[in-house]
C-alpha cells in the first residue's frame, strides 16, 4: 500500500453535505473509499466525478458483468491495483469468475471469453493503449449489443480509464 500523494479529506474537514451524503450513498455500508477522500479536495471535481460514476455504475443498461470486465481490464492495463481490489469482487458478484478475471490481467485474450467478451476485451485494449478503436470491433459489438449499449461499452472504457489514470498518478 502507497502513500497517496496528497492529503485525504478527513472526517470533519469542511465538506458539502449533499455532496458527502450522494459519495457514501454510492458505497457499500455508506463507507467512503480512498479516491472518494482525495476527490473531496475540489468540490466541482467531486461532484461532476460522482454524478457520472453513479450513472456509469447503476444506470447503464450494459450487463454488470460487462461493465466490471472494462473496469478489471482497464485497472491491469493501467496498474491501478487499488482499482482492481474495487471491482474484483463486484466482478464476481455480477456473474464474473476468478479463472476470468486472472485471464485479464495477461496482455493476450483467453480462450475463457465468449465472443461478446473478447470484443469488449479488444475495445478496452485499443481504446486503452492507443485511443482509435478499430471500426470493425464497433460494428460487431452493434450487432450483438445494440447502438445504445455500444455506446455504454465505450463510455465505461473511457470513464475507468480516467479512474485508473487519477488513482496511478495520485498513488491512490
Known sequence: MTTP????WQDGEPVDADLLNAMKARRPGGELIGIDRILLKSFPLATGWNELMVRVRQQFSLSLEYRELIMLRVASLNKAEFEWNVHYPA???AGGTAEKAAALEPASVSSLF??????????????????????DIIDELKRRLGEKETVEAVATVAAYNMVSRFLVALAI
Open 91 to 93: 466482478y464476481l458478484d
Open 114 to 135: 465468449n465472443e461478446t467478451e473478447t470484443l469488449l476485451i479488444r475495445l478496452t485494449d485499443q481504446s486503452t493503449h492507443g485511443v482509435v478503436v478499430d471500426a
Open 5 to 8: 500523494r496528497v492529503t485525504p
